[in-house]
Every structure is written in C-alpha cells, then in structure tokens.
C-alpha cells in the first residue's frame, strides 16, 4: 500500500522505515527541510540504535522518500509532537495542522491514523470535525483509528516489531483495516478498541509508570531524613513476588513520562489528584539534587561542579523534560558556582567539553546525572589526578561506594541517608 506518514521524528521515521522495509511504498513528510534532505540521502539526524542503516536500506529500496508536503496515498499516519503548554495543556496545534495538511488530499476508501500521543478525546473531537471538511463519509469511506506508539527510546525498532499494539478505531471496518496493517511488520498481539480507550490506555501506561517513579523518589527523600539507604529498601523489596518499585533518581525527564499524565488531568482537575502530585513530587527531584549540591560544596570558595549526563535517560541524545537541565538552569543563577558539562552524547551545549579529563580539572564536584554506558568505565585514578576536593555525588546508583571511598572520594549516593 502507498503510505504517508506525517512527522518524521523518533516515531515516525522508524515507522516509515520499518512499512517501507516490509514491502510498502512510503512518502515522508516534514517540515524541516534539513531532516528531510538527509533521509532523502539515507542519512538520519537522530541518535536510535540501528535506524541509520535501515532508513539507508529504506530508501535505497525506493520504498522512502522524504518530502516537506503530503501527497495522496491509501493511508496516511499523523506521527507528529504533542508537547505540552506553559499552563500544563496538550499543545495540539501540530496535529491540527496535520491533520489540515492531507484534507486535500484524501480520497474515498482512505484511512487515516493518529499515533501522536494525545488526551482522550482528540480523535472524535478534534481530528474527525477536520476530516469531515474533506466531505467524505466518516466511517464508510474514510476510515479513522488511533494506534499509539508505546516504543522505548534506545529499543525503538525491536519494540515495534515485539510489543503489543493497541488500535482504537471508530468503527469495526476502521479497526480491521489498521490492524491488517500493522500486521505487516508486528509480532506481538494487537488489542482492538474504540478510539477513546486507546487514548486513555496509552496516557495511563506512563500515568503508572510516573506515579510509581514519584511514590520511590518520595521514598528516597524520607529515607535519607531517616538515615536509611533507599536502594537498599528498593532491593529487598522488590524480592517480593508482588511489589514492583521503580528506581529513584534527579527527577523524571523525556517528552513521554512527564507530559502524558497532565493530558489526563488537564480535564480532570477535580478528580486527577494522586497523578497530578506525582507529577509535583517528580518535579520537584531537581531542586533536591541542586540543594544538595549547595551543601556538598558549602565549605568551598567558587566551587567548580562537573555534570556527568544532562539528557533525559541514559544513552539517548534526547534533551526533552530532562531533569538534569533544571539542575543546570539552578546552578547557573548561583554566580559563585562553575559549571562544567561532559555528555558523549551531546554535540553542542554550553558549559560542554566533551574530554573528561580537561573538564574535571581542579573540579571539586562531579554530579552522575544520567548514567550513560561510558560512564561505567571511567579512570577514577585519572580523575584524581585533576581534581581539587574529590567529591562525588550520585543520582543514579551507578558506581561502588567502596570502591571509589577505598581511592579517596568522598561519595554520596542520592537517597542514601547513611552517606
Ligand atoms: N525513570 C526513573 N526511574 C525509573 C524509570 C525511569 O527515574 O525507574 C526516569 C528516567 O530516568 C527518565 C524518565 O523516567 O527520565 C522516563 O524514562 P523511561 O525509560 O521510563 O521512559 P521513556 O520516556 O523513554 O519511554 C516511555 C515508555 N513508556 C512506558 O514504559 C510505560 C515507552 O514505552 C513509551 O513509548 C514512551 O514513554 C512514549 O513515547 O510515550
């Protein structure tokens, strides 16, 4: 089938890629002309493991090719951001323009998809009213589905292909259609529901995974005013054949975990209590780790501070929500304070110097905010021979308390109340 697929960021080009490398004819639209030149070249501008080689596979197959407009097609996918507002409220103009961009374009026996992330709703009251300008039948000649993508930055091509899928379509014909579909390239089961439920169900997967986040880091702060290591406490526990804890740390980042539950609470205010402080209580990480900064380096004269990882997890080059740039955007009012920053995975950012060595010179602090894979095997003997006051603190639980106390560092762990 002839493909187009609007939005071509962390989701949607891997969806193009992996429709155009299962057969079908894909037209990638963008309006950044710089990512759509590259992919017209093979070439990708983000950071995902293995998406290079097969958006060159993609389009050297001839089933992708990148453009700054729509065209017609049998399906076409809206893949494009949903961020959030100052006031805490889906920004839904990019699928509203979306959506407005492939009206011309739409054709009996069409099918459209919305896989932006987006409060329930959106489809029958935001996507339909605009599809309906097209002045076909909504449901028996163009056929509606919303398919979020649920994929894991850093997994996202295995978890599309394995995952479960969700397809919430208007109509029974709307779901078949899209589930035949997806069917192309998804091994894992497909679940069919109404297009509402499928919003809810997307938002409440990272509604549970942020309220579990928030319910450990609340953990982690009481645990430290009573003297007790929260790692530790997590560890144990989870040996329990029903409990579960997520793993505290500076805070909850991403465009996913720390947007998605204000989109359910954005129209639930009277009754979205428990997500809506979960929300607050991750928010809030940063000014704690910043806090505790302050104090580290209390006794020290223009203390110089090194960051260790500023995107929003580990291994990914994603800035988005990152907990670790509130710390930076703290530290930087505080004049006294020199910042340095080291993320192999950052190209450009202030305060970055990407040679470890150079950066920890006469450093007094250094700060793991993301614990990225190359931080693992860092020469702690070197850093010794740099720095000034060798203090360490962790947000992460990434290195041995013992191991880097037996070399001389003073070491605290986030959350462990006997350091
Ligand atoms: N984090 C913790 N503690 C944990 C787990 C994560 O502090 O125990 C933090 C991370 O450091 C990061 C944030 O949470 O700052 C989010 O990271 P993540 O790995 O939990 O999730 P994302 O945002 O990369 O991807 C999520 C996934 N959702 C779920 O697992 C329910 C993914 O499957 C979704 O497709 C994605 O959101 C999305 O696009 O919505």
């Known amino acids: 089938q002839k493909i187009c697929i609007i939005g071509l960021g962390y989701i949607g080009l891997p969806t193009a890629a992996m429709f155009a490398t299962h057969g079908h004819s894909i037209v990638g639209v963008d309006v950044n002309e710089v990512v759509v030149n590259a992919i017209n070249q093979g070439k990708i501008v983000i950071e995902e493991p293995y998406l290079d080689i097969m958006v060159q596979a993609a389009v050297t197959s001839g ?8 065209e017609e097609a049998d399906v076409f996918i809206i893949a494009v951001p949903t961020p959030i507002t100052e006031d805490k409220k889906a920004d839904m103009s990019y699928v509203e323009q979306a959506a407005n961009s492939i009206v011309p374009y739409l054709k009996p026996g069409n099918t459209v998809i919305l896989e932006s992330t987006s409060p329930p709703g959106t489809v029958y009251d935001l996507l339909i009213p605009i599809l309906e300008k097209s002045s076909l039948k909504i449901g028996d000649e163009l056929f509606v589905a919303h398919s979020p993508e649920r994929v894991l ?46 919003e809810m169900c997307k938002l409440m997967e990272n509604t549970y995974r942020d309220v579990n986040i928030a319910l450990v880091n609340e953990l982690s702060i009481i645990c430290e005013r009573l003297g007790i290591n929260v790692w530790e406490v997590v560890r144990i526990c989870n040996k329990h054949p029903r409990v579960n804890l997520h793993l505290p740390g500076p805070g909850v980042g991403g465009h996913c975990l720390a947007v998605d539950p204000w989109f359910i609470v954005e129209n639930n205010r009277q009754d979205a209590n428990l997500i809506k402080m979960a929300r607050e209580i991750n928010d809030n990480m940063p000014i704690r780790v910043y806090n505790k900064i302050k104090k580290l380096t209390q006794n020290i004269s223009n203390p110089k501070v090194i960051i260790l990882g500023i995107t929003y997890k580990a291994d990914v080059d994603d800035l988005r929500e990152s907990p670790i740039l509130k710390i930076i955007d703290l530290l930087e009012k505080d004049k006294n304070i020199e910042i340095s920053i080291v993320d192999p995975h950052i190209k450009n950012f202030k305060y970055l110097n990407n040679n470890l060595f150079e950066a920890v010179k006469c450093a007094d602090l250094i700060v793991l905010g993301v614990n990225h894979q190359e931080f693992k095997e860092i020469d702690f003997n070197m850093l010794l021979k740099h720095m000034r006051n060798y203090i360490i603190l962790d947000t992460r639980n990434m290195w041995s308390q013992k191991e880097l106390e037996a070399l001389g560092f003073n070491y605290y762990l986030l959350g462990n109340g006997t350091n």
Do not use: H, M, W
């Not at 089933?63 to 729509?70: D, E, G, H, V």
């Open 63 to 70: 089933n992708l090719r990148a453009q700054t407009y729509p």
């Open 153 to 198: 930055p850093g997994r996202i091509l295995v978890e599309l292909v394995e995952n479960n899928r969700i397809i919430g379509g208007i109509n029974e014909k709307s779901c078949e259609i899209v589930k035949s579909l997806y069917s192309t390239f998804v091994r894992g089961e497909i679940f069919l529901t109404d297009a509402r439920t499928a």
